[in-house]
């Protein structure tokens, strides 16, 4: 039975575990000696053994006295190495934290916790999840089990690759541009970013604070729903975070066919196999009783600049606790202060992030701020309230989440804006902090495809039964990469 154990859904395993036939000790075995024939992937920064396996069987003790916290009480969630978890390493998959371990919680490792998960593990990314490949990470790329030279997307790369390959049921991730929905794309995987505000950012190192969020990986909607729902909760340490009076889930009507918005305009350029398998889930939609409606979003187009504007204005100020005084790598032999802020930032930081904190300090520098940055912020508002205006007429808005398939590792690496390119149908759910769903409708050429859909705030209910009516009637869901 243990041999099999990997390729059970979250929901399966929970069941397995209240029944007795399996103890979660066994599952975290399983887990364990399958990851170690899978080290090529590059998914795990680190994996503590003995740590999972003292989680195990507090969950089977609770079991056995009848305490189970719940349907995720033993079961193993993988978390992005910028998410915070107690007397765990939280590298960010950078040099610049190489070595450091969290001396607290996030909100969302409390929240699993309490549920009886098992933090299993820290999951490689882009440095500091900038990125689109997982080619930015101190450690080493990570790879796409459907294809091992390609990349598994980025920056939650890990987290994609790990659930992809049967490494782990479920995963966190934190997307800031499509750092979830893209490698969910590319890895054949279910992958929501939430609204804005109804996971707390608790923990989560920021990369753009306006723009992140932490949300979950699986192989199936019902399994991203239960750890969306496990995430989901107010926190006063959270100011952007919903109270609970402000949470008010929006779901389908009941009286009228759903209604799904297609940007055509926006399609131009998508490679031929996404779009076909996208133009054949659009048909099953259609014929399945749902209303496609073409819909306008002029501003769209401007998405990927007005992104590269704030978030690296946004980064270049976070990152600036990164100075070698409190903590981080620190350059040995400085001269003075000065030299040991520049010595140990240069040192520290990778190219992208360096390249990111540069452009970030350029358009909020004296004499720039109004003519980039100002300008940004007015983009970001239209393409906000271009959205909203279009999900006022339909249920979701539906897309390609990627214009390609996953490409090979190094295809872009020498050309940033190609690779910025990944983000397109992706990043106007940030800047717009709407709830946005990448979930799998095919295949390209032996490769994942994923469609992206994007409903109004608090929709994470219509998304879901629309990825699952889909599901429903494909043999997509609980794939594991050959």
């Not at 790990?162 to 782990?168: C, E, P, T």
């Not at 609970?244 to 779901?251: C, D, G």
């Not at 930081?349 to 909020?364: D, N, P, Q, S, Y």
């Not at 190094?410 to 190609?418: H, I, Q, S, T, V």
């Amino acid at each position: 039975m243990s041999e099999s154990l990997h390729t059970l859904s979250a929901a399966e395993l929970s069941r397995r575990l209240a029944t007795g036939a399996v103890t979660s000790r066994a599952l975290v075995e399983s887990l364990l000696a399958r990851a170690k024939t899978h080290t090529v992937l590059g998914a795990f920064n680190s994996l503590d053994t003995e740590d999972v396996l003292r989680q195990a069987d507090a969950a089977d003790r609770r079991r056995a006295e009848g305490k189970s916290l719940g349907p995720l009480d033993g079961i193993p969630v993988g978390i992005k190495d910028n998410i915070a978890v107690r007397e765990q390493p939280l590298t960010c998959s950078s040099k610049m934290l190489a070595g450091f371990i969290s001396p607290y919680d996030s909100t969302v490792a409390e929240r699993l916790k309490a549920a009886g998960a098992i933090l299993y593990g820290r999951l490689n990314m882009d440095e500091f999840a900038m990125g689109s490949s997982t080619e930015t990470s101190a450690t080493g790329p990570a790879r796409n089990p459907w294809d091992k030279d390609r990349t598994p997307g980025g920056s939650s790369g890990g987290s994609a690759a790990s659930v992809a390959a049967g490494l782990v049921p479920l995963a966190l991730g934190s997307d800031t541009g499509g750092s979830i929905r893209q490698p969910a794309s590319h890895c054949g995987l279910v992958g929501l970013k939430p609204t804005y505000g109804m996971v707390s950012r608790y923990g989560l190192v920021a990369f753009a604070s306006s723009l992140d969020q932490i949300g979950p990986f699986a192989r199936n909607v019902d399994d991203c729903e239960l750890l969306f729902h496990a995430l989901a909760a107010p926190d006063a340490r959270d100011m952007t975070c919903f109270t609970a009076a402000e949470r008010k889930p929006v779901h389908l009507p009941q009286n009228r066919k759903p209604r799904l918005g297609v940007p055509r305009a926006l399609l131009e350029g998508v490679d031929a196999g996404v779009r076909t398998a996208f133009d054949a889930a659009l048909e099953f939609y259609r014929a399945a009783g749902c209303e496609l409606v073409d819909v306008a979003l002029p501003t769209a187009g401007l998405a990927v600049p007005t992104y590269y504007v704030v978030a690296t204005a946004e980064a270049s100020s976070n990152l600036g606790r990164y100075d070698g005084v409190r903590y981080g790598h620190r350059a040995q032999g400085v001269l003075n202060p000065v030299d040991m802020m520049e010595r140990s930032r240069s040192e520290g930081f990778g190219a992208e992030v360096k390249r990111r904190i540069l452009l970030g300090t350029f358009v909020l520098s004296a004499g720039y701020a109004d003519a980039y940055y100002g300008k940004a912020l007015l983009a970001r508002t239209r393409i906000r309230d271009e959205y909203l205006t279009a999900l006022q007429q339909v249920d979701a808005l539906v897309t390609p989440t990627v214009p390609s398939t996953a490409f090979r590792l190094g295809e872009k690496a020498a050309d940033p804006l190609k690779m910025y390119l990944e983000d397109l149908f992706t990043i106007p759910a940030n800047l717009a902090g709407l709830p946005a769903l990448s979930f799998p409708v095919g295949m390209a050429n032996n490769l994942p495809v994923g469609i992206h859909l994007v409903g109004a705030p608090q929709a994470e209910p219509i998304l879901f039964a629309l990825a699952r009516q889909f599901e429903g009637s494909h043999a997509l869901a609980n794939r594991i990469a050959p």
